[in-house]
T-cell receptor, first 110, second 114 residues
Framework: RKEVEQDPGPFNVPEGATVAFNCTYS??????FFWYRQDCRKEPKLLMS???SGNEDGRFTAQLNRASQYISLLIRDSKLSDSATYLC???????????FGSGTQLTVLP | GAGVSQSPSNKVTEKGKDVELRCDPI?????LYWYRQSLGQGLEFLIY????????KSGLPSDRFSAERTGGSVSTLTIQRTQQEDSAVYLC????????????FGPGTRLLVL
């Protein structure tokens, strides 16, 4: 089983739609969680950290469910510019390494 | 300010040759990471340098891969006797400290082994 698993998609949604991605992680000792965004043929960039209580940044909401070991990212009122691959990232407790999921591809259609 | 830079941006080589990939991290960042990303795949961790500590080499796929970080700054990833399966984008990232601090990625080196 992979340490971090994501639905690869692709998710094709119309502009203005709400879309949600889930991610599961296998190491229950994982301590920190993030969503990174990667545009086509570009490097990954941090989108947002995920806090235990859930957090929001504009149209983006991240949530963490430690009991079920999953993280979610909700994008409201999606824009064309949101089209990218969204990478779920987990800090593994023992190795102190960031483990990246394979990413979920989102395409927002006009 | 200047971000993470990598060179070359593209490298085409013949099977069996050695290649060196360079990473210049953000000034002042003590942590430096190398990852590999194959087409349509996620990031595969290769190696991690943190300050003066011994590097974490647990992700290196074989002994053909090695990396150095000189003076706590520039890093070089070397692949000896390249194979076609080494073809990928090699990404370098740096962060202010280790652990879960935000990683800033360079643009990557696209390696193609013929």
């Amino acid at each position: 089983r992979k340490e971090v698993e994501q639905d690869p998609g692709p998710f094709n949604v119309p502009e203005g739609a709400t879309v949600a991605f889930n991610c599961t992680y296998s190491n229950s000792a994982s301590q920190s969680f993030f969503w990174y965004r990667q545009d086509c043929r570009k490097e990954p960039k941090l989108l947002m950290s995920v806090y235990s209580s859930g957090n929001e940044d504009g149209r983006f909401t991240a949530q963490l469910n430690r009991a079920s070991q999953y993280i979610s990212l909700l994008i409201r009122d999606s824009k064309l510019s949101d089209s990218a691959t969204y990478l779920c990232v987990v800090l593994s407790g023992s190795a102190r390494q960031l483990t990246f999921g394979s990413g979920t591809q989102l395409t927002v259609l006009p | 300010g200047a971000g993470v830079s990598q060179s070359p941006s593209n490298k085409v080589t013949e099977k069996g040759k050695d290649v060196e990939l360079r990473c210049d991290p953000i000034s002042g960042h003590t942590a430096l990471y190398w990852y590999r990303q194959s087409l349509g795949q996620g990031l595969e961790f290769l190696i991690y340098f943190q300050g003066n500590s011994a590097p974490d080499k647990s992700g290196l796929p074989s002994d053909r891969f090695s990396a150095e970080r000189t003076g706590g700054s520039v890093s070089t990833l070397t692949i000896q006797r390249t194979q076609q399966e080494d073809s990928a984008v090699y990404l370098c990232a740096s962060s202010l400290g280790g652990g879960g601090q935000t990683q800033y990625f360079g643009p990557g080196t696209r390696l193609l082994v013929l």
